[in-house]
């Protein structure tokens, strides 16, 4: 029996269990006919699929097909039913399926595939579950294939797990079998296609002006900075915003994994990592970047996140005249993220003990700024923290803005909290001052915490 007759039969199906007149055709059914058509539509454009390049051509010609199943569909559809059908079959097959229209969006900011019928998004900040399903999981997978290929990569069963960037600068992340255990997975993090600006992030509540302007100073007074955060806090949009305050006459470099970084200066080189191709050769590493990068006579290197052995060569230039570098690290407070740091270099391989390690540590960053995702699905600086030397065995840290949780949530449940100075003068003041960078003594006014 061809494809085309076991079809028929299932459409048949469907047609039996259609909405009578005037009541409209249930979802399932409309799934039913649109997996039909999809199928029928694959079926006879395959060649014409897999060979015309022009975009166009092939649309109108899918949409003349599609048109003419349509037009034999036995199931009564409203001229909605009958859009509505028509996109998501074109979209399926020409476009990102399913999630073209949440791609689209530009309220959603993550799409996640966990299977071909469980599609999540996250939406301000909230994750939710969405009706929208993929055909089965070889329309899922040949999805994934045309993103991953629309960047010159690949994926399958040799190298299952890819990650890439869409042309808008989405970052797309798919993972298939065998590691996927129950199918493909996909996941896209959006950004929006104009980068944020730090009055988006101050009209979040992300950071407030007093904050803004001090993140201002100290990077234009060279500090090293490292952003530290859990997953999706916003660490690279924040890095982002951040490195906009590098005055323009200054040379960047920036490294990173997946070039995700938006920078307006002039001067900015950017490098991206490469994983090993096929046969396991060709791989350059961040910590390849970051050696190279001190060839380039940078003024600043921006590195999109240390997570493994480059974490020594990156305190070794901060320590070395490349001050006033960026980097953010994925940590719960500032002062884990000391000590991941301190992990990381331990084990990339040198033998060297810890207190040293320590020392290059405090020595080489002067500050962290600690992002958070509230339970309101905001994100927020929640503290701000000098490293300041090493006493003892230690190093010191001292927090000069806190977020105090003790201002409670409003009747729909978004933290009313803020950020509110300790009283603490930053010791590395005496620094920016040497760059003539002024910040008021009232910037660090002890706020007390509304409830202790
Ligand atoms: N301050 C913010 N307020 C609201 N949304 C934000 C904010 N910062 C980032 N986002 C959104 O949150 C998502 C995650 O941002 P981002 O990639 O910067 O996080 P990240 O901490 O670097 O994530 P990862 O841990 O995956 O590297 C993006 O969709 C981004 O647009
Ligand atoms: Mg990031």
């Known amino acids: ?10 459409s048949e199906v469907v047609a039996v269990r259609e909405a009578p007149p005037g009541v409209a055709v249930s979802r399932a059914g409309k799934d039913a006919i649109k997996r039909n058509l999809h199928y029928l539509l694959i079926e006879e454009m395959g060649t014409e699929l897999a060979t015309t390049t022009n975009e166009d051509v092939l649309r109108r010609s899918l949409e003349r097909k599609l048109q003419e199943l349509l037009g034999k569909e036995s199931t009564p559809l409203s001229a909605a039913d ?28 993550e799409v996640m595939v966990n299977n071909p019928s469980t599609v999540y998004i996250e939406r301000r900040g909230k994750i939710h ?69 730090i009055d988006d992030l101050i009209g979040f509540g992300t950071v407030d002006e007093r904050l803004a302007a001090f993140i201002e100073a100290s990077v234009k007074g060279k500090l090293n900075i490292l952003i530290s955060g859990g997953t999706g806090t916003g660490k690279t949009t924040l890095l982002n915003v951040v490195s906009a305050y590098v005055p323009d006459d200054e040379r960047i470099v920036t490294i990173e994994d997946a070039a995700e970084l938006r920078l307006g200066q002039s001067h900015v080189l950017r490098l991206e990592a490469r994983p090993p191709n096929i046969e396991g050769k060709g791989q350059v590493t ?89 339970r309101d699905g905001s994100r927020r600086v929640v503290q701000v923290t000098e490293v300041d030397g090493m006493e003892g065995d230690k190093i ?15 009747d729909s449940g978004v933290s009313l909290g803020r950020l509110k100075s300790t009283g603490l003068r930053p010791k590395f003041m005496e620094h920016l001052q040497d760059f003539g960078i002024q910040v008021p003594a009232s910037v660090f006014a002890f706020e007390p915490p509304a409830r202790r």
């Open 396 to 410: 010191v840290m001292q927090d000069v803005f806190y977020y105090d949780y003790s201002m409670g949530v409003d």
């Open 129 to 197: 579950l969405t009706d929208r399903r993929f055909i089965d999981e070889a329309h899922l997978l040949r999805i994934i294939d045309k993103i991953v290929a629309q960047v010159g990569r690949r994926i399958d069963e040799a190298s299952p797990m890819v990650d890439a960037r869409l042309p808008d600068g989405s970052r797309v992340n798919a993972v298939i079998h065998p590691l996927a255990i129950n199918g493909p997975m996909l996941t896209v993090r959006k950004f929006s296609s104009e980068p944020y600006t």
């Open 1 to 10: 029996m061809s494809l085309r007759d076991r079809l028929n039969e299932a």
């Open 286 to 374: 961040i910590r390849d970047l970051v050696r190279n990068s001190l060839r380039m006579r940078p003024d600043r290197i921006v590195v999109g996140e240390v997570r493994g052995a480059e974490a020594l060569d990156m305190l070794q230039a901060m320590n070395t005249g490349h001050e006033g570098s960026l980097s953010t690290i994925h940590a719960n407070s500032p002062r884990d993220s000391l000590s991941r740091l301190e992990t990381m270099v331990l084990m990339s391989g040198f033998d060297l003990p810890v207190r040293a390690v320590r020392e290059q540590v405090s020595s080489a960053l002067n500050m962290v700024i600690q992002l958070a995702r509230l």
């Open 82 to 109: 009958r859009r509505e059908i028509a996109t998501d079959v074109m979209d399926n097959i020409l476009g990102y399926g399913p999630i073209q229209a949440l791609l689209e969006d530009p309220e959603v900011t």
